[in-house]
């Protein structure tokens, strides 16, 4: 509950998208928060993850996420230097996240490779 007094500033993580093109991995995710706070317009990141949960609400999605700004350095340096100017950061993560397909992968799946991959998929997991 926001304390009366205490000025907020509020990372909102709409959604995820997942892309099978190789996009360059956000150097300094600090940089870029700073930067859509100072344009006051929303931003993107990209990060590499290890595996993706097949649900949204499970919490391990979720810290995905925030391991990736904890190791940051620049991310921490921003949030402790808006703390010394009176804003407390707070990171806004929706119960389901939604996960979405990046016009990449839909691309990809719709082409003859990306079709073969699939049937391999269903005939590995005939109840999907």
């Given amino acids: 509950m926001p304390r009366q007094g205490q000025r907020y500033k509020t990372i909102r993580i709409t959604d995820i998208t997942l892309h099978t093109s190789h996009k360059q991995p956000t150097l300094s995710i600090g940089k870029k928060v700073r930067q859509a706070f100072k344009s ?18 499970s919490p391990e999605s979720k810290t995905v996420l925030i391991d990736m ?27 389901q996240i939604p996960i979405l397909a990046g016009k990449d992968t839909i691309e990809f799946l719709a082409s003859v490779n990306g079709k073969r991959i699939l049937r391999g998929i269903a005939k590995n997991n005939p109840e999907s």
């Fill in 40 to 57: 006051m317009k929303p931003g993107r990141i990209f990060g590499s993850i290890s595996y993706a949960e097949p649900t949204t609400s």
């Fill in 69 to 95: 700004m904890k190791k940051d350095p620049e991310f921490v340096k921003m949030v402790m230097e808006e703390e010394k100017n009176g804003y407390k950061v707070l990171l806004e993560l929706p119960h």
